[in-house]
């Protein structure tokens, strides 16, 4: 059966939680597209955490991050967005999430977020 789209982070028990460690996850293969172009907007994201009591289910994040596909955001916007969600889902110890856009118009766009 073939997956779709979904908002929905799940959140899974951290087999460790008595550990402080890091966890990354990356993909290259991001889109979303301008609000006020319509066009495709392509990044890599990278979710660096330090979990808490639990942690992020992988294909969980692969659909919600499909979700934006067709959706009209700024960089700025869905980086920090990604970023609440996840902090929602998981209550992670500390938490980075980072998009690094390709070049549109001539400039590059790398957008960060750091929460404790």
């Given at each position: 059966m073939p997956s779709s789209p979904s908002r929905e982070l799940v959140a899974i028990p951290n087999p460790?939680?008595?550990?402080?460690?890091?966890?990354r996850c990356e993909t290259p293969e991001f889109t979303c597209v301008c609000p006020m172009t319509g066009q495709p907007d392509f990044a890599t994201v990278t979710?660096?955490?330090v979990?808490?009591?639990?942690i992020v289910e992988l294909k969980s994040l692969?659909?919600?991050?499909?979700?934006?596909r067709q959706?009209?955001?700024?960089h700025?916007?869905?980086?920090n967005r990604i970023a609440d969600d996840l902090m929602d889902a998981?209550?992670?110890r500390r938490l980075s999430v980072k998009t690094d856009w390709l070049?549109?118009?001539g400039i590059h766009t790398v957008v960060e977020v750091n929460l404790p």
């Open positions: 460790h939680p008595h550990r402080e460690y890091e966890v979710i660096t955490y979990p808490g009591e639990a692969k659909l919600y991050l499909w979700s934006y959706e009209g955001a700024f700025e916007d869905v980086t998981i209550t992670p070049v549109r118009g």
